[in-house]
């Protein structure tokens, strides 16, 4: 008990007594022997009253053994199974999971992993990606704060997320690599990387950029062809060196024919035992035409220079940022007008975009004159004021102009613009909603408004958004996504084609062993998403006519399935709609490219830069006496304290029963009652 507990005990010591001899004093002097009798249950009732009351608790300290956490990763990819002797490896690796001397020592958790990790069951190397990064700091998230330790069975070859050398110093975790594969540093010349555009334009040269290497320290000469249709494009002969083993420079292609277009990099071999790596295929769409998008500013902006950089990470945009100020030119010349907070400036070119029906982008803020406004469409009213306000952005899941992706809207930061409601004249599709400091208001913050059979209008209402790319690319580590949302808006509103009802995101071409997934809305006749129907993806095989086949299912608001199996080729497709007279028809291609497939060995330098202590796959013998010797993984002893009543509340009031009791009797014995 505590200090402060003691004291009070003998409070209601001291109390108790008081009160019982205040209550008996006189009977003590007249017989001593009787009143005691009467007096002690009452003091004993008083005190247990008062025990009651204080409740006095102690403490009980437990102490127990915590045994660590073991988690083992092990990689489950493609590459991993071909540099080394599977059906060994999983046997030594089974033994060694289940030895039962790690177990009494361990709480093992075995995981497998490739782009995602899962728990372990079989292993089979099929993972056409690796993301090791992604393991590690998924698994650090699970056991936080707890005594653990992760083995690392992986060659050390990543193809996706960010450097694990990183992730895993920043993590503070206990990692030993073991390393799994082929070490040996056999004499290899590989394609790197290959960077292309995903569009080039008809009778253009478009840049193709080659990072090739070799691990020999001798002089090596080779020769990168390019090949399409197997007729050779170009030639480029390569010198490899003991001071030069990286060699990056830039081929320019023509762009002759309309569509996809494969091409075939391949660098000659010399007496390497692994082949694969010295080639790689890559496609580029051939277009005839951009898109001409115009700004048109009043003031200047960061917002300008962000929405020019961003349009244009589309290579079919073409972006001219004029100030409404300069020389006029004729906005029928563009297929888009971007109008960046229009005042009464604005006038002329606001009776041209409507004498001409030009589709166009209307972002309003803090410096927007709506009273021009109001007067210069017919869409909306919004009451003018001097008082600016911040609107977060919600997204509306009712939105079906177009297949709409969520980037996290809700963690952008808010747009600036002069308080005011806003009053719909029009059907629009809203896009976003304005949210005030957590309260959704339902007015729009970003709406769309179709016009007859072509013309479109869309309505930002907020300044900065700038500030949105920004965001996003911290969130994501790339202004991908946040791009990928500007393009999908301008390409709808520039956009001549009246609306459709199915409408699918797939691509003209795709790398096998990629995530690779479809996406396909439905809508009804009245253009509200339809969740509730039966969709299909069948392709066939031009080459072999073989058929395949997927049915779509719903996620997210979209029809979706991965093609992630598919085999490598051109295929027809067609997206068709069970009873209903729609369907989607196209082609696409398949690229055969597999980055798991081109490791030749093991990556030892980087796992050894994972930590001081590094491993093979055949000393897991020495892996398991590591593990029981060493003493930062012996059991914890932790300690568990806990303050209980000194005496149950229960036993006190049966006391107080007891002792009140044998006085009534006691006085009643003795004629006193």
């Not at 249709?229 to 762009?255: G, Q, W």
């Not at 997934?517 to 809508?523: A, D, H, L, S």
Request: hydrophobic share 35%.
């Amino acid at each position: 008990m505590s200090d402060i507990e003691w004291l009070w005990l003998l409070v209601i010591l001291v109390l108790s007594f008081g009160l019982t001899w205040f209550q008996y004093h006189k009977q003590f002097k007249k017989n001593k022997s009787r009143s005691l009798w009467y007096a002690i249950p009452r003091f004993l009732a008083y005190l247990c009253l008062g025990l009651l009351i204080l409740n006095p608790k102690f403490k009980q300290v437990t102490y127990f053994n915590e045994k660590p956490d073991l988690i083992i990763g092990i990689d489950n990819s493609m590459s991993v199974g071909q540099l080394t002797d599977a059906e060994n490896y999983k046997k030594r690796l089974k033994k060694f999971i289940n030895n039962e001397e790690l177990n009494k020592k361990f709480n093992i958790h075995p995981f497998s992993f490739g782009e995602n990790y899962q728990t372990f069951d079989s292993l089979v190397f099929s993972e056409p990606q690796t993301n090791i990064s992604n393991f590690i700091n998924q698994i650090s998230k699970v056991f936080r704060n707890r005594n653990s330790h992760l083995l690392l069975f992986t060659d050390g070859q990543q193809t996706l997320g960010s450097d694990y050398i990183y992730t895993s110093k920043s993590l503070q975790k206990d990692i030993i690599p073991i390393i799994v594969g082929d070490t040996t540093n056999y004499v290899d010349t590989k394609i790197d990387r290959i960077n292309s555009n995903s569009y080039a334009f008809l009778n253009n040269q478009f840049p193709v950029e080659f990072f090739v290497s070799s691990n020999s320290d001798k002089s090596v000469k080779t020769e990168l062809v390019i090949r399409k249709n197997k007729k050779i494009l170009s030639r480029k002969p390569i010198n490899f060196s003991d001071e030069n083993k990286v060699v990056n420079f830039t081929m320019y292609l023509k762009a002759n024919t309309i569509g996809v277009n494969a091409y075939t990099a391949e660098l000659q071999p010399i007496q390497e035992k692994n082949t694969q790596n010295n080639r790689q295929e890559f496609a580029v769409e051939i277009i005839d035409e951009r898109t001409k998008i115009l700004i048109l500013y009043d003031k200047l902006h960061p917002d300008l220079g962000m929405l020019k950089e961003s349009i244009e990470s589309n290579p079919q945009r073409q972006v001219q940022l004029k100030s409404i100020k300069e020389t006029l030119v004729n906005p029928g010349d563009f297929n888009l007008v971007i109008l960046y907070q229009p005042d009464f400036s604005f006038k002329s070119t606001y009776d041209k975009l409507r004498d001409q029906s030009i589709n166009h982008i209307v972002i309003t803020g803090s410096q927007t004159n709506y009273n021009f406004l109001n007067r210069a469409q017919n869409h909306f009213l919004k009451s003018s004021s001097r008082a600016t306000e911040d609107f977060y952005a919600e997204v509306n899941p009712g939105f079906n102009s177009y297949q709409l992706q969520d980037i996290n809207f809700d963690l952008f930061p808010p747009l600036k613009d002069t308080f005011g409601d806003i009053e719909l004249k029009s059907e629009a599709d809203v896009l976003l909603f304005q949210n005030i400091d957590g309260y959704s208001t339902r007015q729009p913050l970003l709406m769309t408004v179709s016009e007859g059979r072509n013309q479109k209008t869309a309505y930002l209402f907020g300044e900065n958004i700038w500030r949105w790319r920004m965001r996003s690319y911290i969130e994501e580590e790339s202004f991908k996504e946040f791009d990928g949302f500007i393009d999908q808006l301008i390409q709808f509103v520039s956009s001549t084609q009246t609306k459709k009802r199915l409408v699918s995101d797939i691509k003209s071409f795709y790398n096998k062993g990629e995530n690779n997934i479809v996406n396909v809305q439905y809508f009804d006749q009245n253009y509200s998403f339809d969740p509730n129907q039966k969709i299909s993806l069948n392709m066939s095989d031009k080459e072999t006519n073989k058929n395949y086949s997927y049915n779509l299912i719903i996620k997210n608001n979209n029809y979706s399935t991965k093609i992630n199996d598919l085999p490598a080729g051109e295929y027809n497709y067609s997206i068709d709609v069970s009873g209903k007279n729609l369907a989607i028809k196209g082609e696409f291609k398949m690229i055969d490219f597999l980055l798991e497939k081109s490791f030749y060995r093991a990556n030892v330098e980087k796992l050894r830069m994972l930590s001081d202590t590094v491993f093979y796959e055949d000393q897991l013998g020495a892996l398991k006496n590591y593990l029981s010797s060493e003493q930062k993984f012996k059991p914890v002893q932790k300690s568990i304290e806990k303050r209980e009543s000194l005496v149950n509340w229960w036993v006190l009031l049966a006391l107080i029963v007891v002792f009140l009791s044998i006085e009534w009797f006691s006085r009643k014995y003795h004629g006193l009652i």
